[in-house]
Nanobody
Framework: QLQLVESGGGLVQPGGSLRLSCAASGFTLDYYAIGWFRQAPGKEREGVSCFVSSDGSTYYVDSVKGRFTISRDNAKNTWYLQMNSLKPEDTAFYYC?????????????????WGQGTQVTVSS
């Protein structure tokens, strides 16, 4: 069973930065996609970024493009979401998820494994 554990959330002022981590354990992923999702109170969960293993492609939704960067550290079996120029509207619970298909998707139902999430609050 694959386990994903997020960390790195917290409280940051507008314009600040945070780096979220998603550490995987249980088995080694070969052909997969990693997605980062977020859910704000009263709103649906939305995908913000994904990484595809087959060619290292990365994808971002328009609202975070140019501010967020997804990356991986193979040696640590960990993926990261670097978030810069944070805005109050980025406040949400952030989750990483893995799907056993190397195709990017922002449909949460297509992911097989989820982490427990980490809270990101952007406020002055």
């Amino acid at each position: 069973q694959l386990q994903l554990v997020e960390s790195g959330g917290g409280l940051v002022q507008p314009g600040g930065s945070l780096r979220l981590s998603c550490a995987a354990s249980g088995f080694t992923l070969d052909y997969y996609a990693i997605g980062w999702f977020r859910q704000a109170p009263g709103k649906e969960r939305e995908g913000v970024s994904c990484f595809v293993s087959s060619d290292g492609s990365t994808y971002y939704v328009d609202s975070v493009k140019g501010r967020f960067t997804i990356s991986r550290d193979n040696a640590k079996n960990t993926w990261y979401l670097q978030m810069n120029s944070l805005k109050p509207e980025d406040t949400a619970f952030y989750y990483c998820a893995a799907r056993l298909a190397p195709v990017c998707s922002y449909y949460s139902g297509s992911y097989d494994y989820w982490g427990q999430g980490t809270q990101v609050t952007v406020s002055s």
